[in-house]
């Protein structure tokens, strides 16, 4: 299998098409292309639902993470008046 960028859009369109929402409905509300996840949906057929939950958590832990650790560099870098590298 190709890389792909996965993220949590990605993964959630995923969980819900299999909970039985229309493709079409679940990309119009993700802002996702329907080729697109009915590709990601091909490729990921064989990966179970569990699995998919927690790989879910997981990228929302991730941006979570990303975003307190950007939150740090700015912070050191007005608590010191120094310019962001």
């Given amino acids: 299998m190709a890389a792909r960028n996965l993220n949590v859009r990605n993964v959630r369109a995923l ?3 299999r909970a039985g929402l229309p493709f079409d409905q679940v990309c119009q509300s993700l ?12 490729a990921f057929q064989s990966v179970p639902d569990d699995l998919l939950v927690r790989l879910e958590q997981t990228l929302v832990d991730n941006e979570k993470l990303r ?10 870098s007005d608590a010191d008046g120094s310019e962001p590298a």
């Fill in 15 to 17: 969980r819900l098409i």
């Fill in 67 to 76: 975003r307190l650790v950007a939150g740090l560099g700015h912070a050191t």
């Fill in 31 to 42: 802002q996702l292309s329907l080729v697109g996840i009915r590709s990601l949906q091909s």
